[in-house]
């Protein structure tokens, strides 16, 4: 699954896109604001995204991930900050909360993808994972 990186902490960005690449998937960028994270977006077309939501140079994960969804994009907040219903408005399948372990990113992805292939959400969330 092409999957594109929003996060702010080079750190943390890099691990989560080594842990994905070593899981299967295909990282498509790492974006660390609303501009940075669309221009990817329209590029490279991943199917997902996970989204943190304090980013960079005053950018918000919830703007992103509303223009992400917009775009077909689905979106993973991975964040210490996880919105709630009312806030994620819709535009996130759910969040991780930081910090969590590579082995539940890479089960949050691999129900995305499973999720995305059926049209319907799998039959189990990762552990750790909540929906919205």
Do not use: W
């Not at 750190?11 to 660390?32: F, K, P, R, Y």
């Not at 082995?103 to 799998?122: D, E, H, I």
């Amino acid at each position: 699954m092409k999957i594109l990186i929003i996060e702010d902490e080079y750190l943390i960005a890099e691990g989560v896109s080594l842990t994905l690449q070593s899981a299967g998937h295909e990282v498509t960028g790492i974006a660390e604001d609303l501009p940075s994270a669309v221009a990817l977006a329209g590029r490279e077309r991943p199917d997902m995204a996970f989204v943190d939501i304090k980013l960079a140079n005053g950018s918000n994960g919830l703007d992103v991930a509303r223009e992400l969804k917009g775009m077909g994009i689905a979106c993973v907040f991975a964040t210490g900050n996880p919105p709630n219903k009312a806030q994620a408005g819709g535009v996130g399948l759910g969040y991780i909360s930081k910090p969590f372990s590579p082995r539940v990113l890479v089960q949050t992805a691999a129900f995305v993808a499973g999720t995305l292939s059926s049209g319907a959400p799998a039959a189990m969330a990762p552990n750790g994972f909540v929906t919205l």
